[in-house]
Nanobody, 121 residues
Framework: QVQLVESGGGLVQPGGSLRLSCAASGSSFSIISMGWYRQAPGKQRELVAE?????NTNYAASVKGRFTISRDQNTVDLQMNTLKPEDTAVYYCNAAVWEKRGISWTRADQWGQGTQVTVSS
Protein backbone atom coordinates (compact mmCIF):
# COMPACT_ATOMS: atom_id res chain seq x y z
CA GLN A 1 0.00 0.00 0.00
CA VAL A 2 1.11 3.52 -0.80
CA GLN A 3 -0.05 6.61 1.02
CA LEU A 4 0.20 10.12 -0.38
CA VAL A 5 0.28 12.99 2.09
CA GLU A 6 -0.21 16.44 0.63
CA SER A 7 0.66 19.80 2.08
CA GLY A 8 0.48 23.38 0.91
CA GLY A 9 -2.26 25.06 -1.00
CA GLY A 10 -4.42 27.91 0.14
CA LEU A 11 -5.42 31.39 -0.92
CA VAL A 12 -3.06 33.64 -2.82
CA GLN A 13 -3.34 36.85 -4.80
CA PRO A 14 -2.81 36.92 -8.56
CA GLY A 15 0.89 37.06 -9.29
CA GLY A 16 1.73 35.33 -6.06
CA SER A 17 3.32 31.97 -5.38
CA LEU A 18 2.52 28.73 -3.62
CA ARG A 19 4.40 25.50 -3.10
CA LEU A 20 2.63 22.17 -2.95
CA SER A 21 4.29 19.09 -1.52
CA CYS A 22 3.37 15.43 -1.62
CA ALA A 23 5.10 12.63 0.24
CA ALA A 24 4.66 8.99 -0.73
CA SER A 25 5.13 6.30 1.87
CA GLY A 26 4.56 2.58 2.10
CA SER A 27 6.06 -0.74 3.02
CA SER A 28 7.21 -1.90 -0.39
CA PHE A 29 6.94 0.19 -3.53
CA SER A 30 8.94 1.83 -6.26
CA ILE A 31 8.09 5.15 -7.86
CA ILE A 32 7.62 5.24 -11.61
CA SER A 33 6.49 8.84 -11.77
CA MET A 34 4.81 11.47 -9.65
CA GLY A 35 2.73 14.41 -10.65
CA TRP A 36 0.09 16.96 -9.94
CA TYR A 37 -3.37 17.17 -11.46
CA ARG A 38 -6.07 19.74 -10.95
CA GLN A 39 -9.80 19.98 -11.36
CA ALA A 40 -11.75 23.20 -11.55
CA PRO A 41 -15.54 23.40 -11.19
CA GLY A 42 -17.25 22.19 -14.34
CA LYS A 43 -14.03 20.88 -15.83
CA GLN A 44 -12.32 17.54 -16.13
CA ARG A 45 -9.27 16.68 -14.11
CA GLU A 46 -6.17 17.64 -16.05
CA LEU A 47 -2.47 17.02 -15.78
CA VAL A 48 -0.53 19.99 -14.47
CA ALA A 49 2.96 18.54 -14.25
CA GLU A 50 4.68 15.21 -13.83
CA UNK A 51 8.18 13.96 -13.24
CA UNK A 52 9.53 10.50 -13.94
CA UNK A 53 11.98 8.51 -11.88
CA UNK A 54 14.62 9.57 -14.38
CA UNK A 55 13.90 13.24 -13.82
CA ASN A 56 12.07 13.95 -17.06
CA THR A 57 9.25 16.46 -16.72
CA ASN A 58 6.05 17.31 -18.55
CA TYR A 59 3.94 20.41 -18.07
CA ALA A 60 0.57 21.57 -19.23
CA ALA A 61 0.97 24.36 -21.75
CA SER A 62 -0.99 26.69 -19.50
CA VAL A 63 1.56 26.43 -16.68
CA LYS A 64 4.80 26.00 -18.56
CA GLY A 65 7.29 28.63 -17.49
CA ARG A 66 5.36 29.43 -14.32
CA PHE A 67 5.29 26.10 -12.47
CA THR A 68 8.22 23.87 -11.61
CA ILE A 69 7.95 20.28 -10.49
CA SER A 70 10.74 18.60 -8.58
CA ARG A 71 11.27 15.36 -6.73
CA ASP A 72 13.43 14.36 -3.80
CA GLN A 73 13.22 10.63 -3.17
CA ASN A 74 9.52 9.97 -2.51
CA THR A 75 8.48 13.59 -2.20
CA VAL A 76 7.31 15.70 -5.11
CA ASP A 77 6.96 19.47 -4.97
CA LEU A 78 5.18 21.87 -7.25
CA GLN A 79 6.42 25.44 -7.13
CA MET A 80 3.72 27.66 -8.56
CA ASN A 81 4.73 31.20 -9.49
CA THR A 82 2.90 34.04 -11.19
CA LEU A 83 -0.39 32.48 -10.25
CA LYS A 84 -3.50 33.42 -12.18
CA PRO A 85 -7.18 33.18 -11.26
CA GLU A 86 -7.45 30.47 -13.91
CA ASP A 87 -5.18 28.32 -11.75
CA THR A 88 -7.90 28.07 -9.12
CA ALA A 89 -8.74 24.40 -8.67
CA VAL A 90 -8.43 21.41 -6.42
CA TYR A 91 -4.95 20.01 -6.91
CA TYR A 92 -4.33 16.29 -6.59
CA CYS A 93 -1.05 14.51 -6.10
CA ASN A 94 -0.55 11.36 -8.13
CA ALA A 95 2.02 8.62 -8.02
CA ALA A 96 2.45 5.81 -10.50
CA VAL A 97 4.12 3.03 -8.56
CA TRP A 98 5.15 -0.57 -8.58
CA GLU A 99 3.65 -2.30 -5.54
CA LYS A 100 5.02 -5.61 -4.35
CA ARG A 101 2.60 -8.48 -3.80
CA GLY A 102 4.49 -11.54 -2.66
CA ILE A 103 7.18 -11.99 -5.27
CA SER A 104 5.26 -10.07 -7.90
CA TRP A 105 5.00 -6.38 -8.63
CA THR A 106 1.85 -4.63 -9.77
CA ARG A 107 1.62 -1.20 -11.33
CA ALA A 108 -0.86 1.12 -9.68
CA ASP A 109 -1.87 4.76 -9.54
CA GLN A 110 -2.27 6.36 -6.14
CA TRP A 111 -3.98 9.66 -5.47
CA GLY A 112 -3.94 12.21 -2.73
CA GLN A 113 -7.17 13.58 -1.36
CA GLY A 114 -6.73 16.97 -2.99
CA THR A 115 -5.94 20.44 -1.77
CA GLN A 116 -7.68 23.66 -2.71
CA VAL A 117 -5.72 26.39 -4.45
CA THR A 118 -7.55 29.68 -4.83
CA VAL A 119 -6.08 32.62 -6.70
CA SER A 120 -8.10 35.74 -6.07
CA SER A 121 -7.69 39.39 -5.22
Amino acid sequence: QVQLVESGGGLVQPGGSLRLSCAASGSSFSIISMGWYRQAPGKQRELVAEITSGGNTNYAASVKGRFTISRDQNTVDLQMNTLKPEDTAVYYCNAAVWEKRGISWTRADQWGQGTQVTVSS
